[in-house]
Structure formats: C-alpha cells, structure tokens
C-alpha cells in the first residue's frame, strides 16, 4: 500500500508540470522530437528514485513493519500457540495413558509370573510329597509283603522238616523191620531153622546200639 503510495508521488514529482504538444507534422529528426508513445522524453524515468529505498518514506515502512509484526504477533499467540500447545498437551496425555497402561500392564505381567512360579513350586513340592508316599507305599507294601512269603515259606519249611522227620522216622522203622526179617531169613536159611524174632530183634538194636 505504502509502496504503491510512494511510486505514485514519485512519479508525479518526477513528470513535469505540462507535457508539451506533440507535434505530429515535426520533423522526425528535429530537437523537439520525443521517443514514446506516452510524449514522455526517454531520459525522464530516470530522474526518481525507487521507493522502499527513500530515506522520506522509512517512517511509514517502520510503522508498517511494526503493524504487520503486531498483527502477526497477535495471530500466533491468540490462535497458532494455542493450538500447537493443545496438540502437545493431548499428545503428552495421551502419552501418560500409555506409559501408565504399559506400567499397569507390566506390574500385571509381573504378578502372574510371580503366581505362576509359586504355583509351580507348590506343584514341585506335592508332586515330591505325592512321589514319596509313592515310595512309602510301595516299601510298606514290598515289606508287607515280603513277610507274608517269608512266613509262608517258614511255614512250608517247618512243615516239611517235619514231614521229614516222620519219613525219616517211618524209614528208619521200616529199615529195622526190614533188618530184623532179612536177619531171620539168613539165619533160617543157614541153620534151617526157624529164629525167634526178639532175639533178632535184640541182636539188631545190640549191633546198632
């Protein structure tokens, strides 16, 4: 605006105060003779200078300067800031959230290892407890056991020591009787006569006595 405003004065202090006539029947060589369409001599552009560089015009470009600055100023502090610290303040809280959801979510992660482990060493301990009255009862069922058949063969042992003892006892009997008849049949067959069977009997026990 204020650019406009200073080319505007300089061209009007640079034009002269009447353009002179232009005579079209002059001759094209004459000294009166002018070089645009506009009647302007070509010389005359020249004699201004170029506005933003006037010293007479600095004070309106500071003012202006300090207007646009303000005005800038005022556009971000009352509408750019405030929205930028809205998007930082929502991003930062929302950050927050996550950091406090990620720590809740790890305290939680935490707590379930925890109760894992230590059910998992409970199971440890009652499948030890479970393994050893395992093995208890398989001792006390082995020793158990294992005295049944134990007594069972005592019992067979005894039995058959004693069955053994009445064999041996029947034989032996068996063994004198056989003795006291193969006695006599020698003694009859030698002397040819018949022989008391308690003398044989006597003489038998005598012999083994």
């Known amino acids: 605006m204020f650019v406009s405003a200073a080319f505007a004065q300089s061209e009007t202090q640079s034009q ?40 007479t ?9 300090a207007i646009t600055f303000g005005l800038f100023y005022l556009f971000l502090s009352r509408v750019v800031l405030p929205r ?31 109760a894992y482990e230590q059910e998992l060493a409970q199971a440890r301990i009652k499948a030890g407890g479970i393994a050893q009255d395992a093995r208890d009862a398989a001792k006390t069922k082995a ?7 134990e007594a069972s063969l005592e019992a067979k042992l005894s039995e058959a020591e004693t069955r053994i003892a009445a064999i041996k006892s029947k ?14 049949e020698i003694v009859k067959h030698l002397i040819g006569g018949s022989v008391d069977k308690a003398s044989v009997s006597a003489a038998i026990k005598a012999a083994r006595g």
């Open 171 to 184: 034989a032996m009997n068996d063994v004198g009787t056989i003795a006291e008849d193969t006695a006599a």
């Open 57 to 65: 015009h600095y004070a309106s470009q500071l003012l202006w300067l």
């Open 143 to 149: 020793d158990r056991e294992r005295a049944t058949v």
């Open 84 to 114: 930028i610290g809205s998007v930082i303040e929502t991003r930062r809280d929302r950050i927050e959230q996550d950091l406090e959801q990620a720590a809740r979510m790890k305290q939680d992660a935490d707590n379930a290892i925890a």
């Open 16 to 55: 002269p105060a009447e353009a002179p006539a232009v005579d079209h029947g002059a001759p094209a060589g004459g000294a009166e003779a002018v070089h645009t369409e506009t009647g302007v001599p070509h010389d005359a552009g020249h004699t201004g200078v170029f506005p933003p560089f006037d010293s």
